[in-house]
């Protein structure tokens, strides 16, 4: 099974900074089937990024996926207040598709 | 539009069974992979098991191996989790999904399993 890491645990911010969030893999993921998720309290997950660097359908441009083999990053070039919210990697190149433990984005 | 409806969550005893269901509309049900996606209270995601769009293939998280089991029925645009040998650690809202690109495009709002004495 892929382990999945994510860091930081919490990231703390302001509207208009820059977020990196990371995702380590414990082996390359196949192909870069890594996908991004955004959760807000009392939603259901959101895709973001699928395939490390595609947006999903609607997504702002200020989201960006990134990397490759075991490191893969998320970033937000901008934070809007509505960006701030859990978001979790996932790998679904090989069963059991695994999720990261998440990253906590917060408003400093 | 795509929705996808949870249902059949319940408080249930640890070693009870229970089975999920999960209506699907707003496209094309048997062209789809779908998953089932769960989360503890307060916790992250887990991956719980995809079925292929005609059933041939099934796949399950370690933690649920042997005791779950996920099916569909096309002709109903239904998706089921059947749970058996259920465990306190199995509470979790759980969710279904529509696979786009490989990976969990549309998700439900979920349905709540209780597991407890």
């Known amino acids: 099974e892929i382990v999945l890491t994510q860091s930081p645990g919490t990231l703390s911010l302001s509207p208009g900074e820059r977020a990196t969030l990371s995702c380590r893999a414990s082996?390359?993921?196949?192909?870069?089937?890594l996908a991004w998720f955004q959760q807000k309290p009392g939603q259901a997950p959101r895709l973001l990024i699928y395939g490390a660097s595609s947006r999903a359908t609607g997504l702002p441009d200020r989201f960006s996926g990134s990397g490759s083999g075991t490191d893969f990053t998320l970033t937000i070039s901008r934070l809007e207040p509505e960006d701030f919210a859990v978001y979790y990697c996932q790998q679904y190149g090989s069963s059991p598709h695994s999720f990261g433990q998440g990253t906590k984005l917060e408003i400093k | 539009e795509v929705q996808l409806v949870e249902s059949g969550g319940v408080v249930v005893q640890p070693g009870g069974s229970l089975r999920l269901s999960c209506a699907a509309s707003g496209f094309t049900f048997d062209d789809y992979t779908m998953h089932w996606v769960r989360q503890a209270p307060g916790k992250g995601l887990e991956w719980v098991s995809l079925?292929?769009?005609?059933?041939?293939?099934?796949y399950y998280a370690d933690s649920v191996k042997g005791r779950f089991t996920i099916s569909r029925d096309n002709s109903k645009n239904s998706l089921y989790l059947q749970m058996n040998s259920l465990r306190t650690e199995d509470t979790a809202l759980y969710y279904c999904?529509?696979?786009?690109?490989?990976?969990?495009?549309?998700w439900g709002q979920g349905t709540l399993v209780t597991v407890s004495s």
């Open positions: 999904a529509k696979e786009v690109a490989g990976t969990l495009g549309y």
């Open positions: 079925i292929s769009w005609e059933g041939g293939t099934r």
């Open positions: 082996q390359s993921v196949t192909s870069s089937f």
